[in-house]
C-alpha cells in the first residue's frame, strides 16, 4: 500500500511562486532582454578612459569638418576650408592643411600658411612641435599611443605625426579623435584619427592612416598635444 504525502500549502504555493518567477525570468531573455551576468563578461574596457564633454565637443568639431568631401587629394584648395578653388594643379593630399584648418577652428596655432608653403608642410610641422616656437605656442611631446589617445578624449588637441626622412617626399599628419576602443585595439591600430591624404577619413586608425609611411607600426609615429581654452 502506497503511502499518500501531503506537504503543506504555504510551501506548494512558495514553489509554485518560484517555478512563476523562473518561468517568466527565461520568457524574458528569450524575448531579448540582456542577462546582466552576460553583459558584465561581455563588456570590454576602453584603453584610454571616457570621452569628457570636451573631447564629445571635439568629436562634433571634427565631424561636421566633412573632411571626406573637402581637402581631396589632387586638387587645389583653400587650405581653411578644403573648398576646391581654381589655381595651379592641386597637391597630392591635404593633411597638414586639414591639421592647421582644425588647429585655427579650436584657437590653436600650429605652423601653417602663409608661415609656411603647404609644399612638404607635414614634416615641417612635425620638426617645428618640437622645437621652441611650438612649445611656446604650447605644443608639447606625447610620449605614447595610449596617452594620446587618453588625451584626445579629455577633449586636448592631439596630433599624430610623421617628418619624412627624405627631404624631398612628404611626412603626414592626423588629429587624433576621441574613441572609447579596447586596449587590443589600440594595441594593434593605434588611437583613432581623423584625416585628409591619399585618402580622407573622418574615422579610421594611425595604422591605416600612415599605411603609405615607413614607420614601424602604430607606435612608430610622434604624438603632440595643446590644450584647448574653454570656449
Request: hydrophobic share 40%.
Amino acid at each position: 500500500m502506497k503511502t499518500l504525502k501531503f506537504w503543506p500549502a504555504a510551501l506548494l504555493l512558495s514553489t509554485a511562486g518560484i517555478v512563476h518567477v523562473g518561468l517568466a525570468a527565461a520568457a524574458q531573455l528569450s524575448e531579448g532582454e540582456v542577462n546582466p551576468t552576460n553583459e558584465r563578461s561581455n563588456h570590454i574596457e576602453p584603453c584610454c578612459g571616457p570621452i569628457s564633454d570636451v573631447g564629445t565637443k571635439l568629436l562634433g568639431v571634427l565631424d561636421q569638418s566633412d573632411v571626406e568631401h573637402l581637402w581631396l587629394p589632387h586638387a587645389h584648395v583653400n587650405w581653411e576650408t578644403g573648398m576646391p578653388e581654381a589655381g595651379a594643379p592641386g597637391y597630392t593630399s591635404h593633411c597638414s592643411a586639414y591639421a592647421a584648418a582644425i588647429g585655427k577652428r579650436l584657437d590653436v596655432y600650429m605652423l601653417r600658411p602663409p608661415e609656411h608653403s603647404p609644399v612638404l608642410l607635414a614634416s615641417a610641422q612635425t620638426a617645428w612641435f618640437g622645437r621652441a616656437a611650438g612649445e611656446q605656442a604650447g605644443w608639447y611631446p606625447i610620449g605614447t599611443a595610449q596617452q594620446a589617445q587618453s588625451l584626445s578624449n579629455a577633449g586636448e588637441l592631439v596630433v599624430a605625426s610623421y617628418e619624412s626622412p627624405n627631404p624631398r617626399k612628404p611626412g603626414h599628419i592626423a588629429i587624433v579623435r576621441p574613441s572609447l576602443k579596447s586596449a587590443a585595439a589600440l594595441a594593434e591600430d593605434g588611437p583613432e584619427i581623423t584625416q585628409a591624404g591619399a585618402q580622407n577619413y573622418t574615422d579610421s586608425n594611425v595604422r591605416t592612416g600612415f599605411k603609405h609611411h615607413d614607420i614601424a607600426g602604430p607606435n612608430g609615429a610622434l604624438y603632440f598635444g595643446h590644450v584647448v581654452r574653454a570656449r
